[in-house]
């Protein structure tokens, strides 16, 4: 499924979409896929699976912790394919991975193994349109969407080149700085919004600090998809055990999905 | 020959940007502010000035009489372990530190491993007035306490990075999350010819005087240019700075990498050597990673090689051919250290004893008479701690023995 499926749907419902994110292979690789399977029954409409990788740049503790202990554990990337294909079909099931490891992989052979495994995309926080022609082919060689960033500092000319390059939706990071929940949202983030939307008719995807409700409606308010990810993470960091992180995932994202429906 | 790199930032395949879109606007707003003061009179006017006065530059070019007489060849070294704050890099900070005023920034972060560039940062800050902030791994903080108290005394704040690997690398990670949320007033003043356009452009243009400087002091005493260039690679600033003059010139140019307990072991930082392309920090280049990309820790004795990528410009120098690029090890690079002591009495850095050790090791396949420059990058004192460990002084009443 693409992503344009899952937004047509939320725009035909009047709301905006939520976008769950949480790294493959973790808590455990197992638990990843009943993860992503408790945040789409309850109410997820897309999900962003993370690749864990030895040096996320844009990320902030939570995620650099998850992605530490998954890569411990032994993650390969080969494996993401296996929680793909586990949780596809229901909702678009996007990859969000430092560029690296795909160059590492193959573009065209990870293009490839990931449609097959029915995936949606890819989303890119550290590949810029400018250095993606590789990327470029192979997506539309395989049907793939390509969500490249916006960021508050982006000029207006960076904007209308990032937007022709994006397919399925834009992500506009929210905030200069890396993921992490946060209480206040982004002053940043409407203005962003609408610098880009001036620019596409494609949905913007807000992300970024998100880690309640509350803060999923108002940013509802104006963007197309609110996305979720230090918040997911930490139902596991701050749990006791594992059920106890699955039974608070399902809490959060219920609360995230009547955010979006408020 | 085509201007490198192209207006991208890219050696051929190698280069580029490869950083969050939060980094693009302050990366334009660096390039440009930096290819206007490489135009700008005024800026070379105060850049040399500042050199002079205060980094004391140009260091002196000094021929090896006796080390050349064992090794057979003639050796001149260049003294940057001279310069102020001891090392090539205050040829860098000071540059970068010009170009942060120009900016109009009042703040600069830095990431360092063994503390060099960190101390040199935090001198360039205190000369300027700038606040200083610098990342550096936790580990490296407990092994390099002297140089976290120089900093400090130097009004610089250090922030253990306890992430991944607790080191260099980590220090990087943590230098590009801080510059993204705090870009607006802050320059990141990275250590080496690495990272996303411009820096390894920039880092090796305000580096380029070792090679500019040295290229004259060996035709003003030999009348001819050096048949051999070697300088030792880490990230590869002070390469860079010493190979850049001599690029379109009949010489050979060697860099050294740190070969740790040997490349065969796998314990090492032989980035080049191990020829894997990957992105790291920003660049594509040679990178020390696992079959999926996941980097690999590096192994050096010397800190200041101690990193598991290396600057692109290397990368394409390595690539086509222009330079050769071999792995010292660790026993090989504190045997030249020693050698060079007790024969010239100098004690240079544990760093340029890989440049030094590399020179000596292709020293007998070549004709005498054959000159070789030797970029001695920095001087040895922030090593004595490493040079007890390994050779056991420090008691008196010992032989002075391994």
Sequence with gaps: MRSAEAFAKCKAEGRAALVGYLPAGYPTLADSIKAIDTMIENGADLIEVGLPYSDPVMDGPAIQKAADLALREGFRTKQVFEVVKAVSGRVPILVMTYWNLIERYGV????????????????????????ADEWIAASDEHGLDRVFL?????????????????????????????????????????????RTRAHTDLPIGVGLGVRSG??????????????????????????????????????????LAAGVRR | MPQLPDVS??????GGRFVPEALIAALEELDAAHTKAMEDPGFQAEFAKLSTEYGNLPSPLYYAERLSGEAGVDIWLKREDLNHTGAHKIRNVLGQALLTKRMGKTRVIAETGAGQHGVATATAAAYFGFECTVYMGEEDTRRQALN?????????????????????????????????????????????VG??????????????????????????????????????????????????????????LYGFEAGGDGYDTGRHAATITAGDIGVLHGARTYVLQNEDGQTIESHSISAGLDYPGVGPEHAHLAATGRAAYEPVTDAEAMAALEKLARTEGIICAVESAHALAGALRLAPGLESGTTVLVNLSGRGDKDMGTVVDYFGYGNAEGKGDK
């Design chain 1, 108 to 131: 065209d052979a990870f293009a490839r193994d990931f449609k097959a495994a029915g995936g949606a995309g890819l989303i890119t926080p550290d590949l810029i349109p400018d250095e």
């Design chain 1, 150 to 194: 916006v960021a508050p500092s982006s000029t207006e000319e960076r904007i209308i080149a990032t937007v022709a390059q994006c397919r399925g939706f834009v992500y506009a990071q929210s905030v200069m700085g890396v993921t992490g929940a946060r209480s206040a949202t982004s002053a940043a983030a409407p203005g962003l919004v609408e």
């Design chain 1, 214 to 255: 509350d803060q999923a409606a108002e940013i509802a308010a104006y963007g197309d998809a609110v996305i979720v990810g230090s918040a997911i993470v930490n139902c596991y960091l701050d749990a006791p055990d594992i059920p106890t992180g699955h039974q608070r995932l399902a809490e959060l994202t219920a609360d």
């Design chain 2, 9 to 14: 930032g890219h050696w051929g395949e190698f």
């Design chain 2, 195 to 252: 990272g996303p356009h411009p820096f390894p452009k920039l880092v090796r243009d305000y580096c380029r005087g070792i090679g500019d400087e040295a290229r004259a002091q060996i035709l003003d005493r030999t009348g001819k240019l050096p048949d051999i260039v070697a300088a030792c690679v880490g990230g590869g600033s002070n390469a860079m700075g010493a190979f850049t003059a001599f690029l379109e010139d009949d010489v050979k």
């Design chain 2, 148 to 192: 976290v108290a120089r900093m400090q005394l130097l009004g610089a704040e250090v922030v253990p990075v306890t992430t991944g690997s607790r080191t260099l690398k980590d220090a990087m990670n943590e230098a590009l999350r801080e510059w993204v949320a705090t870009v607006d007033d802050t320059h990141y003043l990275i250590g080496s």
